[in-house]
């Protein structure tokens, strides 16, 4: 794929997530791994500029063997996981609730367990964290957890962290609106999250073999 593909894409992720008030704070930010090099391409808030504004010219290369700020924490993503395509670190209004609860989501629905995977652990604020501990986090496979009032999200391709990030926010929704009625909430059986959690990581490998190969891998299926 030619960079100016991957920049087209970043900025049309960009507003998708700017439209629904996804991205809407200077701390929020999405990249894009450059297949077949071990660089990304980096999209941050500036200031008070509108989201929804960005454009080209907002954009930048960095490597993963940054270690500082924000781009670290992308970097140290990229380089642990070698399936992922794209992370977004975004402020929805739900996630911003459930952060108050100090937790992440359970495993509430199927197709949370199948794209978004195992829960993980909550992190503390971005000046907080070490892009090693986020290193640790993302492991064993997780596709998201919660950064502070923030979202991290991972997807082997942009579109499919589009549509993690915009999962996590309606699963979010409902466990808060759940919560609220004082019933009780019940989970995934185990049996299918352990069918879910192979079939993403099935996905995953493949995703690592075709960026391996300087390719962008296709996206995942249904489930």
Not at 27 to 50: N, Q, V, Y
Request: charge should be neutral.
């Amino acid at each position: 794929m030619q960079r100016i593909e991957l920049e087209t894409q970043l900025l049309e992720g960009c507003r998708r997530l700017a439209r629904k008030g996804f991205l809407n704070a200077p701390a929020d930010s999405f990249s894009m791994r450059i297949p077949g090099s071990t660089e990304m391409i980096l999209a941050r808030g500036r200031g008070e500029k509108d989201w929804r504004e960005i454009e080209i010219g907002d954009l930048k290369t960095a490597s993963f063997l940054v270690t500082e700020g924000l781009c670290g924490i992308h970097a140290s993503i990229y380089q642990e996981r070698a399936d992922v395509g794209a992370v977004t670190v975004s402020s929805p209004q739900g996630v911003r609730l459930l952060a108050h609860h100090g937790r992440g989501l359970p495993p509430l629905f199927d197709e949370q367990v199948r794209h978004i995977g195992p829960s993980a652990e909550s992190l503390d604020s971005e000046e907080n964290v070490s892009p090693d501990l986020v290193s640790r986090i993302f492991r064993r496979g997780a596709n998201a957890a919660l950064l502070g009032e923030q979202l991290i999200c991972l997807g082997i391709t942009c579109e499919r962290v589009l549509c993690n990030t915009e999962l996590y926010e309606k699963c979010a929704q409902a466990f808060l609106i759940a919560k609220a009625s004082g019933n009780r909430i019940g989970h995934v059986p185990v049996w299918v999250r352990l069918i879910a959690t192979r079939r993403l990581r099935k996905d995953e490998r493949r995703a690592a073999a075709s960026y391996g190969n300087g390719l962008v891998p296709e996206g995942i299926s249904g489930y």
